[in-house]
């Protein structure tokens, strides 16, 4: 929709996402309605103040009579498509959008969005620091914005934004459902065990995720990771060109990053180019080497310059809440990974060290496997310290500690404070101790980032 005069959108969700994309409707001369199932109490400044604006606030429910007369509705990323009021507006014939959706219509520069399980962060921030490089090393009064799913919705932005810009944008597989538009260049990092208590079967997951690549055109470029069969499957779906990334060389004379002689090296139009040597990068773990192949896969995608490349790639130190290292305290090192929501990521992390390892595991399950990770954890930690809503489902995982094995302690917590206190019982100097909760933080915290402050809070207060 390009006229929004006088057209009447619901915005479902009044959180930062439906806040910033009302606040654009109601510029746009849009007829907003913005519902909310918490009362005004839990809602924002920002979110109160659109109603000065003329935004209609419909709080603590969502009433059927609100869909008389609406022209689109806009679901939050947290709000569940299954919900009476949304198939009901499916019945109706109103169609539905979302913040992204409208965004990237709206969005006059090219678009590269990132999307996978596990790395969206990383990658989208890597790459909007090497597209910020890149203009200032020109001289370019053109810019990088950098947003979406990573904690900026940008709809609010669009009107600064310009034909010469790049935007970097995360993407959800919550966005992505609903989306039929694709970025000119579409990254999908990997496709594992994730977000099925929204999404149901893995199938479903996997529609979600694909949807980043379905409505692109023949010039624009799909980034997909070699190593990982959930993002490699969907090069048979592809209408744009590929650049892929991985630890090997790509087969023939394919485009992709790789590997070689401990420097991350670019096939591209049958040339090599090394691009940087791998001692430049700054983040722990084999993932996030692979993080840095897809940054890198995708800077080549947008024409962004090698000097710029090198040096993100040289500056970068991660984002927080993604194996930030906290402070070491009586001879050993603590770790927040409070992003690793599911059992892949805390896997990806207890790959990442050597030394001897107490993990701190819990929150509230997604209905995602534990199997294997039980099983690494039976041989790389220690430790295990269990708290949160789903300690008894991940005691049942680990099942008994076992002779001749690395495991020698299982013990568990009410909250993660408790587990904070007796991770520092058990922990020894030289050990590395790891918040990498595999659940969400929805039991006890707003979300994962506020369960990364606290428990830096309580480390630093040990």
């Given at each position: ?6 057209k ?18 109601v ?50 990323g947290?709000?569940?498509?299954n ?30 969005g ?16 090497m ?24 709809i ?21 459902e ?10 999908v ?32 470029v ?5 190593d ?9 779906q ?20 790789y ?68 402070r070491n ?17 805390t ?21 995602l ?17 269990l ?38 019982e ?37």
């Amino acid at each position: 929709m390009k006229d929004w005069m006088d057209k009447k959108v619901i915005v479902l969700g009044a959180a930062r996402q439906g806040t910033a994309l009302s606040s654009y409707l109601v510029g746009q001369k849009a007829r907003v309605v913005l519902t909310d199932l918490h009362g005004p109490e839990a809602l924002s400044a920002d979110a109160l103040s659109l109603q000065e604006r003329g935004v209609e606030l419909c709080l603590g429910s969502h009433p059927m009579e609100l869909l008389e007369g609406a022209d689109l509705v806009c679901v939050s990323g947290g709000v569940p498509l299954n919900i009476p009021f949304l198939q009901e507006a499916s019945r109706r014939g109103i169609k539905l959008s979302n913040d992204s959706q409208v965004f990237m219509e709206a969005c006059p520069a090219p678009i590269v969005g990132i999307t996978g399980s596990a790395g969206k962060t990383t990658t989208t921030a890597l790459l909007g620091l090497m597209a910020r490089m890149y203009y200032e090393m020109k001289n370019s009064p053109r810019r990088a914005w950098v947003g979406g799913n990573i904690g900026n919705p940008l709809i609010d932005q669009v009107a600064e934004m310009h034909e010469d810009d790049l935007v970097i944008l995360e993407l959800s597989s919550f966005q992505l459902e609903l989306m039929t538009v694709s970025p000119q260049v579409a990254v999908v990092l990997n496709i594992t065990p994730n977000h099925l208590d929204r999404h149901g079967t893995m199938q479903a997951y996997t529609a979600a995720k694909a949807r980043i690549l379905h409505y692109q055109h023949q010039g624009d470029v799909a980034v997909l990771n070699r190593d990982d069969a959930g993002s490699w499957d969907l090069s048979t779906q592809l209408k744009s060109d590929l650049i892929s990334f991985g630890f090997n060389r790509p087969d023939g004379n394919q485009n992709g990053t790789y590997i070689q002689k401990d420097s991350i090296w670019l096939q591209i139009d049958r040339q090599q180019l090394k691009m940087l040597p791998l001692d430049w990068i700054q983040l722990r773990g084999q993932h996030n080497i692979s993080n840095v192949l897809a940054a890198c896969a995708a800077a080549a995608a947008a024409s962004l310059a090698l000097p710029a490349i090198q040096s993100a790639v040289e500056d970068f130190t991660g984002v927080p809440h993604r194996l930030e290292f906290v402070r070491n305290a009586r001879g050993a090192d603590w770790y927040n990974d409070s992003i690793a929501t599911a059992p892949e990521r805390t896997l990806a992390a207890l790959e990442s060290f050597d030394s001897p390892l107490v993990l701190l595991l819990g929150g509230r399950d997604k209905d995602l496997p534990w199997e294997k990770l039980a099983e690494l954890t039976h041989k790389r930690v220690r430790d295990v310290v269990l708290f949160g809503e789903a300690a008894e489902l991940i005691q049942k995982a680990l099942g008994p500690i076992k002779p001749n094995e690395s495991l020698q302690t299982i013990t568990r917590c009410e909250s993660l404070q408790e587990a904070v206190q007796k991770a520092a019982e058990l922990a020894r100097e030289g050990d590395a101790v790891l918040l990498s909760p595999g659940g969400t933080s929805y039991d006890a915290f707003k979300d994962f980032e506020e369960r990364g402050e606290y428990f830096r809070q309580w480390v630093n207060a040990l």
